[in-house]
């Protein structure tokens, strides 16, 4: 079966669909990662977003039940140069193609992924409809359809609906839950942490009624704009208890001490990204996925400093607040996929909630 990505400035790419059948209309991104789809996949902060894999061989150790980051795949469509067939690792339970039917995810494959991630990198990302059939003659009606679409309140997609906790003899640690990833929550338990999730919306009274040693500000989708009531929650939270930020929690922490946020070109998304840690002078690869960015003139000196920063543009990566036990990175400490250069960021946080 043929398969199409439409673009909503008409560029259209004609493949071999696999996966699921249907239409979808999302953000079309790329990743630069050479392993680690299946986590791609399931990561929520991919919600509303058809992910294009810039490796050209994807699908060649299967998928299995253990490479999860959610209960489910978040993305609106999966796009590759070439869908490996005959997957083999002595953990492969499947192949990507049942994976995707099994989870209702459209697929695409046989198409010049290199052309298309230049396109993007030129152009900057944009919306874009994935459809399977593909009927070439409706591409501008695909096209008008994607230009129209509007990605908000990921967020509420993909947060917990009520509190769960997983159990622990450590610190008590509340995790704001924007879409967070199962290896933050693996992280936070390998210092034996007592971990409660909690929705987005939750209110700073009632997180601190839960009488948390800190609160982790996990990672999601979207624009952290579009997050209501959640730059209010953590100001209910400064000066009461350490925070620890990741990636949109990041963002969302900026937005609570006044900064402003921007929406970068095409984003940062792989597992291959230098950062500089500011204040040690040491680089680290990075695992990374997000499209927006704190305006560095906009952070306020007097509260907040600068910690790291992303070596190929200049990017905020990293704040630290001057005063407060307080700190957030842009990146994925918990590495999943990618390195693990960064796990240090935990220890430090485990450490503030100890003293």
Not at 229 to 252: D, M, R, S, W, Y
Not at 340 to 352: N, V
Request: charged content about 20%.
């Amino acid at each position: 079966m043929k398969g199409m990505l439409v673009l909503e400035d008409g560029l259209t790419f004609v493949g071999e669909a696999f996966g699921a059948a249907g239409e979808q209309v999302g953000e079309v991104v790329f990743n630069t990662g050479m392993t680690g789809y299946q986590e791609i996949l399931t990561d929520p902060s991919y919600c509303g977003q058809i992910v294009t894999m810039t490796y050209p061989l994807i699908g060649n150790y299967g998928t299995n039940g253990y490479f999860l980051e959610s209960v489910k795949p978040h993305v609106k469509g999966f796009i590759v140069r070439e869908n490996c067939l005959s997957p083999n690792h002595w953990e492969a339970a499947g192949d990507l193609d049942g994976y995707l039917k099994d989870n209702g995810i459209i697929g695409l494959a046989g198409i010049d992924t290199r052309y298309l991630t230049r396109h993007l990198r030129e152009r900057g990302t944009m919306m874009g409809a994935i459809v399977t059939p593909g009927d070439e003659s409706k591409a501008k009606q695909y096209a008008d359809r994607a230009s129209g679409a509007v990605l908000e309140k990921l967020v509420e997609e993909v947060t917990t609906e009520r509190p769960y906790r997983i159990f622990g003899d450590g610190p008590r640690v509340v995790v704001i839950d924007y879409g967070v990833k199962m290896n933050i929550l693996r992280s936070l338990r390998g210092y034996d942490c007592e971990v409660t999730v909690v929705p987005a919306a939750y209110p700073a009274d009632e997180i601190l009624d839960l009488d948390p040693d800190g609160v982790l500000l996990s990672n999601g989708p979207g624009d952290p704009r579009d997050v209501g009531g959640a730059a209010e929650t953590i100001q209910g939270l400064l000066g009461k208890v350490p925070i620890f930020g990741i990636c949109l929690g990041h963002q969302l922490l900026g937005l609570a001490l006044g900064s402003e946020i921007y929406k970068l070109k095409y984003g940062h998304r792989g597992c291959n990204h230098p950062v500089r840690d500011e204040q040690a002078q040491r680089v680290y690869i990075t695992s990374q996925n997000h499209g927006y960015a704190l305006k560095e003139e906009t952070i306020p000196d007097g509260e907040l400093t600068v910690t790291h920063r992303n070596l190929n543009d200049g990017t905020v990566e990293g704040l630290a607040h001057k005063n407060l036990p307080v700190f957030s990175v842009q990146y994925h400490p918990e590495a999943s996929p990618g390195p693990t250069d960064s796990a240090y960021l935990f220890e430090r946080f485990f450490d503030m909630m100890r003293q």
